[in-house]
């Protein structure tokens, strides 16, 4: 079984400063992982993922996750953030071999402030 | 075009009562799912189909039965609703393969309110 700690329910932050969202998973085996993004009154929709190869995986809107094994670690980073960036922040696992679902995370909520 | 799409998006109903949320996933995928969120924001799986089959149940009542007439819809319902019944239902749908990894697609979610 895999499960996700997100260990911040909430990150505020003046615009146009650099943020981190941080996120550990445990599994016995080896994991895809997600970040979803959820705005106010709306689903949740895939921001990054990783799958393989290049531990350093990109958004369109300039955010970016970096997969560390070594420390179970994927946590989501953007340089400069905008007011619109406020949004519930999930990340996600699963099993890469096998069927196995996504195992959420509790979110961080980024409250982007001017 | 909306690739899954729930209806309805709002539901204010009375205890007790029997009510039904429909989804639709125009993307061709094999899998659906229902999940639901809480008041603390925090999702968790319900149910999950695979062509139609019934592919995961979790420690959901019995009150809750989701029903997949073909593998583009899944609906629940949902019969003799609680207060703790309110909350966020997402579904959402994937379609395994390597290029995706199983990655979610989730509908804009039905708020159901019990009074």
């Known amino acids: 079984a895999q499960s996700v700690t997100q260990l911040d329910s909430q990150v505020p932050v003046f615009e146009e400063a650099p943020v981190e969202l941080r996120c550990n998973y445990s599994?016995?085996?080896?994991?895809?992982l997600f970040w979803y993004v959820q705005y106010p009154n709306q689903g949740l929709q895939l921001l990054l993922k990783?799958?393989?190869?290049?531990?350093l995986v990109e958004s369109i809107n300039g955010f970016e996750a970096e997969f560390n094994k070594s420390q179970t670690s994927f946590h989501l980073r953007k340089p400069s953030v905008h007011i619109s960036d406020t949004a519930e922040y999930f990340c996600?696992?699963?099993?890469?071999?096998?069927?196995?679902?996504?195992?959420f995370g509790k979110g961080t909520m980024l409250l982007v402030s001017p | 075009d909306t690739a899954v799409s729930q209806t309805p998006k709002y539901l204010v109903t009375q205890m007790g009562n029997d009510k039904s949320i429909k989804c639709e996933q125009n993307l061709g995928h094999d899998t659906m799912y229902w999940y639901k969120q809480d008041s603390k924001k925090f999702l968790k799986i319900m149910f999950s189909y695979n062509n139609k089959e019934l592919i995961i149940n979790e420690t959901v009542p019995n009150r809750f039965s989701p029903k997949s007439p073909d593998k583009a819809h899944l609906n629940l319902h949902i019969n003799s609703l609680e207060l703790g019944d309110s909350a966020v239902y997402f579904c959402a749908s994937s379609q395994e393969d390597r290029g995706t990894a199983g990655e979610l697609f989730f509908g804009e979610g039905s708020r159901l309110t019990v009074l």
């Open positions: 996600a696992v699963r099993m890469n071999s096998g069927y196995s679902t996504l195992t």
């Open positions: 990783y799958l393989s190869g290049s531990t």
């Open positions: 599994s016995s085996v080896s994991v895809y």
